[in-house]
């Protein structure tokens, strides 16, 4: 490395109830920074502490306490003194509020992953990163960075077995938490209205689950419809999907489109941050209806090979720029300015 290895602590403040996108950069982001040189300390809810090597300092922090929480204050400002970090990184609103009430002399710089009105504490970073065009238009920083989130699902070998138990025309795969903002429940009530060869899973976890199960079974749609659960390696899916759906209506960036883009996977999509960034326009829904995923779907699902070559140029931008590498790169660059504006070495 040219630059000296610094010191760094990244704090998720999630309650560690799921795994999303948030979570899964933020893994990635410290592994890589470590596999550079630099100590990296993670802050984060203990039932985290699995997800990470033992290259990465893993801090066990109570994080499903409120903001405001005094004990939750107390702990984090006594274990980021003793650690004396160059800088601390927050992801997250959360994160980002905890570190501007703590006060600490070292550099902070927070990243924003979804949309609100209002991001509490977000004035008292030194640096701010977005992760979408959408997200950066929200945040009123003077020094704000767009920063897509890297993956490196373009690099699994070819010859990797399916997972699809069953064969069928058109084999369609939609990855997410299963919560009512990623619009699963729409997705299914559409699946009803398509023809009956097109097999759709859905993979994740979350509070929908038992509800979704039964509008499948209500709707008659069980031999069509599966979900498959949290799979750790959702890119074997993808690999071998025909079509990867985006049901959500709302997103700080879409990591499933990125994933699905890298794995030569088409996506169609509703318009969230990421998709109407990265997707062609034909390729992205005019709202999150039903109708309007469902014109989306009865135009694309019978020319999916035409819809690939559409997105062909989508696919090669992402493998050659939405790369974990690169988003390493300009996050340490991020880290380098700051510290060198304070005559740091």
């Known amino acids: 490395m040219a630059e000296s290895p610094l010191t760094i602590a990244m704090l998720l403040a999630t309650p560690g109830k799921s795994w999303g996108g948030m979570e899964k950069h933020t893994a990635e982001l410290v592994e890589a920074l470590a596999h550079k040189g630099h100590v990296v300390h ?15 300092h893993f801090h066990p922090m109570p994080m499903h306490l409120g903001r405001r929480n005094p004990v939750l204050h107390l702990k984090l400002r006594k274990l980021l003194r003793r650690l004396a970090p160059d800088l601390c990184h927050g992801q997250g609103n959360k994160a980002i509020c905890l570190l501007s009430r703590l006060k600490l002399p070292a550099k ?16 008292r970073m030194d640096a701010v990163i977005g992760v979408s065009q959408t997200v950066m238009a929200t945040l009123n920083h003077p020094n704000k960075t767009l920063i897509y989130h890297g993956s490196s699902t373009g690099q ?47 993979i994740g976890e979350g509070s929908q689950r038992n509800s979704l199960e039964e509008q499948i079974s ?25 079509v990867c759906i985006v049901s959500s209506h709302r997103e700080g960036l879409s990591y499933v489109v990125i994933e699905a883009l890298q794995a030569g996977c088409p996506v169609l999509a509703t318009p969230v941050a990421g998709a109407m960034e990265l997707l062609p326009a034909t390729a ?12 989306l779907l009865a135009t694309h699902l019978p020319a999916l090979k ?33 510290l060198r504006s304070t005559g740091h070495d």
């Not at 209500?218 to 025909?242: I, M």
Request: hydrophobic share 35%; charged share 20%; net charge neutral.
């Open 284 to 295: 992205v829904a005019e709202n999150n209806s039903a109708e309007a995923i469902y014109q």
């Open 156 to 202: 699994l070998p070819p010859s990797s077995p399916s997972p699809f138990s069953t064969n069928s025309s058109v084999q369609a795969v939609s990855i997410g938490r299963l919560e009512p903002v990623k619009g699963f429940d729409v997705l299914i009530k559409v699946w009803k209205q398509l023809n009956n060869d097109e097999r759709l899973t859905i």
């Open 42 to 56: 993670l802050v984060g809810h203990p039932a985290y502490q699995n997800r990470f090597s033992t290259s990465v």
């Open 218 to 242: 209500a709707t008659g749609l069980s031999s069509r419809v599966s979900l498959a659960g949290f799979q750790s390696a959702p890119e074997s899916w993808l690999k071998h999907a025909d």
């Open 108 to 123: 902070q710089v927070g990243t924003i992953h979804g949309i609100k009105k209002n991001h509490q504490g977000l004035e």
């Open 306 to 338: 035409q819809l690939s070559v559409i997105e062909r140029p989508a696919m090669e931008h992402a493998r050659r720029e939405l790369t974990i590498e690169n988003m390493v790169c300009r996050t340490e660059d991020i880290y380098q300015k700051l």
